[in-house]
């Protein structure tokens, strides 16, 4: 009985120290801004020579949940991308909109498909114009090496927005 009530009462104390993790992980998430106006964010990129990471998401995606604490958190708590790079996140859930790079407000699904977008997490690299700079990245592939590949993805982003465009 004794050796009960010891292991009862670790498991109770353990409880409280898992709910307060979980509560200062939630508290460590960094926000990323919702995208809900993609014209003004593509003019202040145009303006300040800045791609755009656009996080497709859905709010209980627990794999746009781990890219958010693992990968696009950390990116923007170093600061290296500020200079270059808004990220922003578009949700999928129901009933949300976007402005559009053209100005024109469209259900977020909608706005997706344009861009082939069928699964989430999905990571788009844009210009100002919301011309893909750089592949898509769809899902979390390789876990561990994810954050590399995200970065190498932003740095081709880059360099394709510091070409000079043929057609100007």
């Not at 990129?45 to 995606?61: P, T």
């Not at 861009?115 to 893909?132: N, S």
């Amino acid at each position: 009985m004794k050796y009960l009530m010891i292991v009862l009462s670790l498991l109770g104390s353990t409880a409280p120290a898992t709910a307060s993790e979980q509560a200062t992980q939630h508290q460590d998430q960094v926000p990323v801004i919702e995208a809900t106006n993609l014209h003004l964010d593509g003019q202040t990129a145009r303006q300040k020579g800045k791609a755009i990471m656009l996080l497709v998401s859905q709010e209980h995606c627990g794999f746009c949940v781990q890219i958010k604490q693992e990968v696009i958190g950390p990116m923007i708590r170093s600061g290296s991308y500020d200079e270059r790079l808004m990220i922003r996140e578009l949700f999928l859930d129901t009933g949300s909109d976007v402005v559009d790079f053209k100005g024109q407000r469209r259900e977020s699904h909608a706005f997706s498909y344009d861009y082939k977008v069928f699964l989430t997490p999905t990571l788009l690299f844009l210009d100002a114009d919301g011309k893909e700079l750089a592949e898509k990245m769809v899902g979390i592939q390789t876990p561990e090496m994810f954050y590399y590949y995200v970065d190498q993805s932003v740095q081709n982003a880059l360099s394709a927005l510091d070409k000079p465009s043929l057609s100007k």
